[in-house]
């Protein structure tokens, strides 16, 4: 791999759906899947990826959460040689060309660069990045796509495992911004990607926004509202704007998930705990509470 472009990939309960993805992102580049211990039972699909070319397969025994996976994808492709790192999700579909248009991006960018799609399913991830292939600044970039070097990589130590799972990104994106690096997108580059329930998610008018509403399970509604409250305090002080805007995008994300989403008492628990937990500065992964177990119960029955 050494003087490549490598993509890492986390997986978790993979699904057969994971096959074409998988198959897509390695015809471009080598390929490391890092299991975050899905399981027996997901030893056959597995042992199916495994196999494909171009694919190796890091199975980890326990479910350690997204930035620790990833770091540790990674940190192996690094030792292997590889100079650039794209990340993506088990459920990205990279168009072909996908990869060596933002590998270029990332090698005629000067400095400390983080890089990722300017749309994700044909729309916009930031308001203002216009159009072109051009890479443009915007504050920050999801993990689907993001794309750096390895001394970024390093410069940064990896993603915070403390935040177990969502907000990893942001947070990587503000601390790069706050050691001088940049970060930007490529306008026309596209990556399909399915964000939360995707068959369930839609857009909901809420005056003249129009969020969307993601059918997020309780669980992800709990580390949402801890981990983006938590990054939010950690970096308002050098990026107000962008904590007044995040503040605002929780609170309609948290609108939708009590209005017009399922499992509405469950969530409703998660988000307290996610809220009281953000307080208490409780890191790493939350177990089930008997209470949000319950919830569950009913909201599923």
């Keep these: ?5 490598v993509v890492v990939v986390p997986l978790y309960t993979p699904g057969s759906e994971v096959r074409a993805a998988v198959a ?3 015809a471009q580049a080598p390929l490391i899947l890092v299991d975050d211990g899905s399981g027996p039972a997901f030893d056959k699909i597995l042992d199916e990826l495994r196999r494909l070319q171009g694919v190796h397969l890091i199975a980890r025994p326990t479910n350690d959460g997204i930035a620790t996976a990833l770091n540790h994808g990674v940190r192996r492709a690094i030792d292997l040689g590889a100079d650039v790192v794209i990340t993506m999700d088990q459920d990205c579909l990279p168009a ?3 990869v060596s248009a933002i590998r270029d991006a990332v090698s005629a960018a000067t400095g400390h660069v983080a890089i990722g799609p300017g749309r994700l399913n044909g729309e916009p991830v930031a308001p203002g990045a216009g159009t072109g292939t051009s890479a443009v600044p915007v504050t920050c970039i999801f993990q689907a796509g993001m794309t750096m070097r390895a001394d970024t990589f390093e410069l940064l130590g990896g993603l915070d495992e403390s935040l177990f799972i969502d907000a990893v990104d942001t947070d990587l994106c503000l601390r790069l911004r706050a050691l001088g690096g940049e970060v930007l997108v490529v306008p026309d580059l596209d990556l399909t990607h399915a964000l939360g329930a995707s068959d369930a998610a839609r857009r909901v008018q809420l005056g003249p926004f129009r969020p969307t509403a993601t059918f997020h399970s309780p669980e992800r509604r709990y580390y949402i509202t ?10 308002a002080p050098h990026e107000p704007r962008w904590a007044a805007m995040a503040t605002r995008r929780l609170a309609a994300a948290t609108a939708l998930a009590m209005t017009v989403e399922d499992c509405r008492p469950a969530k409703l628990a998660a988000i ?5 937990d953000a307080l208490r500065r409780r890191t790493g992964p939350r177990p089930a ?3 949000l177990r319950r919830l569950r119960s009913r909201a599923a029955s």
């Design 1 to 5: 791999m050494t003087g490549h472009c």
């Design 24 to 26: 897509a992102m390695a």
């Design 96 to 98: 072909p060309g996908f």
């Design 226 to 235: 801890r981990n983006t409250l938590r990054v939010i305090a950690r970096h």
């Design 272 to 276: 307290t705990a996610g809220l009281v």
């Design 289 to 291: 509470s008997p209470p």
